[in-house]
């Protein structure tokens, strides 16, 4: 295994999941991470992340130095290699000016880090400190204008660091020198795929379960979907799935489900009024969210009491999640409420079969599983479901209107062929209205708003270009077919400033 020692980047998932796409298993672990620990565990090679602090700040993530001296080759990546160089007492500064966004850079020194990279190439910076003087043995292997020292290594003690990003897209040959570092430097062998892990995760819940019982909630979401498939596949008859039809799911979502698992023991519990009840009249966004939360859990007690007796829970979390919840300064921008949100006393031992993948690999062991289409490539949903995509209160009417709207969105996204490259595609309802005119007569009704976004993981995202002809086929459809919407706006909001979601 390769482990990513996190310093708090925005792009530290990315250099996990680029060390995976290079089929080498990896693990994301914090900075902070004990000596001991690292030798326990018997890295092949270590990667140390970015990060927005600088090394001289007091509290500034730090690293155990002495991990450094293990002989275990480490790549040090921006931040990354600033601690590598303050530790072992080369000297960092602020830059005089801050390098941000494509800088060209040059090759000074060959190096197998280098191997097959051209002498000139593009690469992806940002930083406000950089690295002045190399630590003694080091030599330089890469500058650019504003930064003497883009790159250094010290092959004797196997430390290598580049003050660029070699994970972002952006950054020409930089999945070349990742793969360099994996190949070339620690030896490793490009043989890791996600589907391998299809036989461990299946010993496991058989092994969790013994002659017990499991039980699983069904999201609609292909994480819990996979779970699921997985965990039915080791153990049969013994698994029962939870469906909490809260009255929030899109169009067609819970059929679709129930479809895909024919051979489940699959109870879909019906709890629309229950949660539409305690929506009443609640405008605040968490608030709403909070009381979905909390009726969801209701409602799975409830659910779980008619079962009987169960040893276990299986749960879809997967590694963002894992890593997130590991954290140390992560800020509630909003308190997300999923399936894996349920509490840890409910009196069961948990199993999270999907623990170790990202959302990509999960689709692909779904693929490999045969999971039909339709939940491998769905799109990701929050918990809370449609309530956090109606702005102002949560009636059923309101409802009904957002789910044709929402899925005329999904429909032609999908007949334009783009479901799979945009993360997320979908409507949201207002509580204004506008004035417009149909036919003759003036109307009055709600906006929808369309909203699509790219994005890796969610922290982040961009909103989508969609084609003009494709959202004048939209907005015509829903002003069209959907009863009291009268205009269609699109958000061109990016993550930041804006979230994905409007709630
Ligand atoms: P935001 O709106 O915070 O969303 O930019 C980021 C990603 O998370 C999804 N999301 C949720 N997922 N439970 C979930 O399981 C939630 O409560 C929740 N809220 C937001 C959102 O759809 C986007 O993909």
């Known amino acids: 295994t390769v482990l990513v020692l996190d310093f708090g980047a925005q792009y530290n998932q990315l250099i996990a999941r680029r060390v995976r796409e290079a089929q080498v298993f990896c693990e994301v672990v914090p900075g902070d991470i004990s000596y001991e620990e690292v030798r326990k565990k018997n890295p092949a090679a270590i990667i140390l992340s ?71 190439s593009t690469v992806w910076m940002s930083h406000g400190d950089h690295v002045l003087k190399a630590p003694e043995g080091f030599t330089v292997l890469a ?51 996600p589907d391998q892990f299809i036989p461990q995760a299946i010993a496991q819940i058989r092994e969790k379960v013994g002659n017990g019982r499991a039980l699983i909630a069904l999201s609609g979401g292909v994480d819990s979907a996979l779970a699921a498939a997985l965990a039915h596949e080791a153990i049969g008859s013994k698994l029962t799935a939870i469906l909490i039809d809260h009255g929030l799911m899109r169009q067609g979502e819970i059929e679709e489900v129930v479809q895909a698992f024919p051979s489940l023991d699959l109870r879909v519990v ?50 963002p999640d894992v890593i997130e919840s590991g954290g140390k300064n992560a800020r509630t921008i909003k308190s997300h409420h999923n399936v894996g949100g349920l509490p840890d006393d409910v009196g069961f031992e948990i199993v999270e079969p999907l623990r170790w993948l990202f959302k990509d690999e999960v689709r692909k062991v779904g693929e490999a599983l045969g999971l039909p289409d339709s939940i491998v490539w769905r799109q990701p949903f929050p918990g809370p479901g449609l309530a956090v995509r109606i702005v102002g209160e949560v009636t059923p009417d309101k409802v009904d209107i957002l789910r ?67 959202l004048e086929t939209m907005a015509s459809r829903i002003i069209g077919e959907v009863p009291r919407v009268n205009r269609v706006v699109y958000d061109i909001t990016s993550k930041p400033p804006g979230t994905i979601e409007w709630e």
């Not at 990060?51 to 450094?68: K, N, R, T, Y």
Request: include cysteine.
């Open 404 to 470: 044709q709207a929402d899925a005329i969105v999904r429909q032609e996204i999908r007949k334009a062929g783009l479901e799979r490259q945009i993360w997320q595609a979908f409507a949201v309802l207002l509580d204004i209205r506008s004035v417009g005119v149909m036919g003759d007569e003036r109307t009055y009704g709600f906006p929808i708003v369309i909203r699509a976004v790219e994005s890796l993981d969610g922290m982040t995202a961009d909103w989508v270009r969609l084609p003009d002809d494709l």
């Open 143 to 193: 500058s650019t204008n504003t930064t003497p020292i883009a790159a250094m290594a010290n092959p004797a003690r196997n430390l290598y660091a580049v003050q660029y990003h070699p994970e972002v897209h952006h950054t020409e040959g930089g999945f070349r020198m990742l793969q360099n570092f994996l190949y070339q430097i620690a030896h490793l062998e490009p043989n890791w795929q």
């Open 270 to 319: 019906r709890r629309d009024d229950v949660f539409f009840a305690a929506l009443k009249g609640v405008t605040d966004p968490e608030a709403k969210r909070k009381i979905i939360g909390r009726e969801f859990i209701r409602a799975f007690e409830h659910a779980k009491e008619a079962i009987g007796p169960v040893d276990v829970l299986i749960q879809g979390t997967v590694y």
């Open 50 to 120: 970015g990060g927005p602090a600088s090394v001289f700040e007091p509290g500034a993530p730090s690293m155990d130095p002495a991990i450094l001296t293990m002989g275990i080759p480490t790549l040090g990546i921006c931040y990354g290699m600033q601690l590598m160089a303050h530790l072992l007492n080369g000297t960092v500064t602020p830059a005089e000016r801050r390098e941000y966004g494509r800088t060209p850079m040059t090759l000074t020194q060959s190096s197998p880090l280098f191997l097959d990279i051209p002498e000139h």
